[in-house]
């Protein structure tokens, strides 16, 4: 693996020395990571230890107090309003609570992105929306409002919208929370099956371990405002170091 990381072609999203604090509150303190074109990097860490707040700063939601996010070796902490507008077109966000609209229909927030981003004609977005939604296994829902949705079905159009937009990167906030274990391993599989199927390279912030050692390439700890460790599912596993021994074995504090 190259040393020179950022000249390293296989490298799609570099981040140094991330921080951001809110008040006195320091949130990020210097997060350094490396994602790989086509992998799985899962960021895990316990409830508030930033994980939220690290993926916003990477889609450009909050702007970074200091440090560099480099996407294809460009610095998005320095990226102007065009700049973002061109790599929002590359990202895809599914948020932790799904953030459909409930004023439309299932169709109309599938296409919601496609409609505003897209010079796509409409007969192609309800072709796309259609395909999009066979992806995640819910065929011809396009005229149910969200409220008559379950938990599960709003993650998994949640992720059909996000697919449709054909994304180089996929974001997921705890894309598992919340869901029985069956519908949780659906939700996995289908992660890593729109991974493989659409070669978008994805990144996943949970507290799910389930969900990180079946479906991660690369798994990262957060604690304390920096990533303490980085390292393949069976390293991350067997780690000695305490912070993550505690988090794998689940020893209450
Ligand atoms: N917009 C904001 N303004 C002020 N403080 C914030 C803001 N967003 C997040 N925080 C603070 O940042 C810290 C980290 O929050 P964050 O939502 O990133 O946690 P998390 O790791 O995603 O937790 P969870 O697993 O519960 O979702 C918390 O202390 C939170 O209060
Ligand atoms: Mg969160």
Redesign the pocket.
Known sequence: MGKNTSMDPEILIEIEGLK?S??E?R?LDGVNLKIREGEIYIVL????????????NMVGL?KPDGGRILYRGRDLVKAGDDEWKRVRRDFAVVF?QGALFDSLNVGENVAFGLRRMTGMKEDEIRERVRQALSLVGLEGIENLRISQLSGGMKKRVAIARAIALSPKVIFY??PT?GLDPIMSATISQLILRMNRQLGSTTFI???DLKLAFSVGYTLAM?HDGKIILEAGVEEFRKSSHPVVRKFVEGIPD
């Open positions: 951001k809110f008040g509150n949130v860490g316990r409830s508030g230890a930033g994980k939220s707040v690290l993926l916003k909050l932790q906030d705890e929370t912030i949970t507290h957060l």
